[in-house]
């Protein structure tokens, strides 16, 4: 009698409806060798999912749930972290490394569950029509190559024609992205461009810098990663190449970059997706119920940091993804393929950033079946080593669709003949 | 003289330059092997911790705060104070030597007679271990290490042979961290040859290297030769931790650069000091000057293989390496 009662009272606690909550996995990486610049962003992340719960009760009134994964930036721990937490209810996955993007584009695209890769992964994604689930707004790397090319038209008066333009670049599939549009730019503007490859991880680039040293180019524009950019960054101030010529990416663009090369890095450039600081009233908020509270993912100290606020920007996307999906639903706790359809209709108004307290935290942009990647906006920010910080110097700069809407078009068309892909807008 | 030979020169200077701190890499691996036969998988991970442990002494770091912070509620991550860099070198010195202690006490010491390739497996262990005390012990963010190492080319140098070539070519350019680094390591050279020679710890390290059972029964204490070794492994990867930190910062990728002391272990020999020295001068000038002469061609970045294709090359010749002692073993 004491077993069946048991049994009973098992088989009703299995039959009561589980709590809702929004899942949000989080594949982050705090060990390794990048786990600095995992940290901050996993922490922002976090923190801003946190924010919401405390200070509004979650979103539409469904609490929001961060199920964190390790991957130390390692592509196979990135897919069995995505195995054992899509059953989770995961709404988007964010897994912030290329190599861990392009094994889980098939993946989420069969599991029906959607994928935003933020100034990362693959960047014909960008076509919605091919990529029904892969999101990858506000920018990714062709905008950045065109932004970085734009700023420098800008600074020359729109003439840069016969000017040396130097990519150095890690070598790999990430690093190797830029040059296919730079190329493209280089034949419409008339520059010269030279690609100086680095190994994995980049601790010795001795022989890359000499060869700029050598060759003078006006301009060095770099798309590394980890060490690399420390490393880069240090060696060009060593044979004295003007930091204000020497324009990072936005993954070359954060205080681990600049910090360890000390005064020797004022006036680097970098390019950026959104803001930096906490000059928002969204962090007054942030302070006061996570902060304070002592509920942050961190100690507070990365608050205002560029990788801390592209974690917080993330999120902050993703919630709004969220609240887009709900009342195109009219369902408060969501499946993964009403997020997708939140995130298509997504639009990030300079009125809706002001509301959250985050008025040009980042670029206004709406997604469309046909767009998955936002307006390619950036802005260009520069290190003042003396401040310690990163300033924004320009506004936000567009990048020329004119020459990457189709290098969009033609590999994603490559990719959809290779792979089956029936071309469609809509679920 | 043509540019293009300057250039050539140049190339070659900072090769040699480079090949000198791969050599200092690989000389914490030749000391443990020499003195004990086990290739220590850790040797890349004990200069970060180092490093690492030399950066958060200096700048006051109170080791394992965040743990301290999350067990106990608090918000303790410095003492206050900084510490001078010396002092800072000889404490962190004392914990490498603890640390050599703790591997002997802990790991070594069971393992005695055991297979190579059970106490190379014990070294993968130790390097994971390692990594993982370090990042609670210390953090995992990139710091900042200034021990006043001079940094930059020697305007020097570039002025006295700008006048070599054309108007482009401005002088040759010569790190100046890397004649440090170039400075030391020839004093280091010097004095570990002389330890191992001429000393009765050396010889003793030696002995120990050819057969534990044998130096056992000559009353050569297995434990404070290899308690010996590992601290002098320490020692040689603090000064590879701070040459190669000061360049790019203390962070944890700073345990790849045991990748670079590979190529040259096998071209050196894993068992000679000198060797370590001249393998890594080889793999620098070889791996610089190929990169000048043909890298452009197929696309650079050729250093990181053409270094292990070099080394694989005189292994075909030479499998014990340049300096290696050659293993006879009579049936």
Redesign the interface.
């Known amino acids: 009698m004491k077993k069946l009662a048991t049994m009973a009272v098992a088989a009703v606690m299995a039959a009561s409806p589980v709590m809702a909550d929004l899942v949000f996995p989080s594949l982050s990486y ?7 610049g995992g ?1 901050p962003f996993a922490d922002g992340y976090a923190d801003y999912f946190t924010l919401l719960n405390e200070r509004d009760g979650g979103i539409g009134g469904v609490m929001t749930r961060v199920i964190e994964c390790e991957t130390g930036y390692n592509t196979e721990k990135g897919v069995e972290c995505y195995e054992s937490t899509k059953g989770e209810g995961s709404l988007v996955y964010q897994p912030l490394s290329t190599g861990i993007t392009y094994q889980l584009i098939p993946k989420t695209a069969a599991d029906g569950i959607p994928l935003h890769t933020m100034g990362y992964g693959r960047t014909s994604a960008a076509n919605g029509k091919v990529f029904n689930n892969v999101f990858n707004y506000p920018a990714n790397y062709w905008d950045g190559a065109s932004i970085a090319v734009n700023h420098l038209l800008d600074e020359n008066g729109g003439d840069i024609s016969g000017k040396k333009i130097a990519l150095v670049y890690h ?1 790999s599939a990430y690093g190797k992205e830029p040059i296919r549009t730079l190329e493209e730019l280089s034949g419409k503007h008339g520059f010269e461009l030279t ?7 980049g ?2 680039q ?3 810098w ?2 700029i ?2 060759e003078r180019p006006d301009y060095v524009v770099m798309w590394g990663w ?2 690399m950019n ?2 880069a960054i ?1 060696e060009a ?4 190449f003007p930091m204000e010529n020497f324009i990072g990416n936005w993954w070359a663009g954060s205080e ?1 970059d600049v ?2 090369a ?1 005064d ?1 890095a004022n006036g680097y450039k970098a390019l950026a997706m959104h803001n930096v600081g906490t000059d928002f009233p969204i962090f007054a908020d942030l302070q006061e119920h996570v902060i304070d509270a ?1 509920k942050a993912a961190g ?1 507070g100290d990365q608050v205002g940091t560029v990788l801390y606020n592209r974690g917080f920007y993330a999120a902050m996307l993703a919630a709004e993804a969220v609240k887009e999906a709900q009342a195109i639903h009219g369902v408060m706790d969501i499946t993964p393929a009403m997020m997708r359809d939140g995130m298509e209709a997504l639009s990030m108004t300079e009125e809706r950033m002001a509301s959250l307290g985050m008025a040009n935290f980042g670029p206004a942009f709406s997604v469309s079946c046909e767009n998955h990647g936002g307006s390619g906006e950036g802005k260009v920010q520069q290190w003042d080593a003396a401040a310690g910080q990163w300033n924004t110097i320009t506004d936000w700069i567009a990048s020329d669709q004119e020459v990457i809407q189709p290098l969009v078009m033609a590999d994603s068309m490559a990719y959809a003949e290779e792979n089956n892909v029936a071309m469609s807008c809509g679920g | 003289m043509g540019d293009q030979f300057l250039f050539a020169i140049e190339v070659m200077i900072n090769g040699l330059m480079a090949g000198v701190l791969y050599a200092l890499v690989a000389l914490g691996f030749v000391l443990i092997f020499k003195a004990s036969g086990i290739f220590n998988y850790a040797q890349g991970v004990m200069a970060l911790f180092a490093a690492l442990t030399l950066v958060g002494i200096m700048e006051g770091q109170v080791p394992f705060s965040h743990l301290i912070n999350a067990i106990f509620g608090t918000k303790i991550h410095h003492f206050g104070w900084e510490v001078p860099a010396i002092l800072a070198i000889l404490l962190t010195m004392m914990i490498m030597v603890f640390f050599a202690w703790a591997v002997n006490h802990f790991v070594m010491r069971h393992l005695v007679n055991q297979e190579p390739i059970i106490l190379f497996m014990a070294t993968i262990g130790l390097a994971y271990f390692l990594e993982g005390v370090g990042d609670l012990m210390w953090g995992s963010e990139i710091k900042t290490l200034d021990v006043g190492l001079p940094q930059g080319g020697s305007f020097w140098i570039e002025d006295m042979t700008a006048g070599l070539g054309s108007d482009n070519f401005f002088g040759f350019f010569i790190d100046k961290l890397d004649m440090v680094a170039t400075v030391i390591a020839a004093i280091l050279v010097v004095g570990l040859v002389v330890f191992a020679q001429y000393t009765k710890q050396g010889r003793a390290m030696r002995a120990v290297a050819d057969d534990h059972q044998a130096a056992l029964s000559v009353g050569i204490s297995l434990n404070y030769i290899w308690v010996l070794v590992w601290s002098l492994a320490g020692f040689v990867a603090l000064v590879a931790g701070i040459m190669w930190g000061a360049k790019s910062g203390v962070q944890f990728s700073l345990s790849l650069i045991a990748l670079k002391a590979l190529p040259v272990l096998m071209l050196g020999g894993f068992t000679s000091i000198p060797g370590a020295i001249v393998g890594g001068l080889i793999i620098g000038v070889g791996e610089k000057i190929f990169e000048f002469t043909v890298g452009a061609a197929i696309g650079g970045a050729t250093e990181n293989w053409f270094a292990y294709m070099l080394a694989l090359l005189f292994l075909v010749f030479r499998p014990q390496g340049l300096f290696g002692e050659k293993i006879i073993e009579r049936v």
Do not use: C, F, W
């Open positions: 705090r060990t390794g060798p990048y786990a600095a940290i070598n690609t100086i490859a680095v190994d994995h991880p601790q010795e001795k022989s890359q000499l060869q040293r050598r980890g060490v420390q490393v240090q101030a060593n044979i004295r681990n910090m360890p000390g020797a002592g100690n």
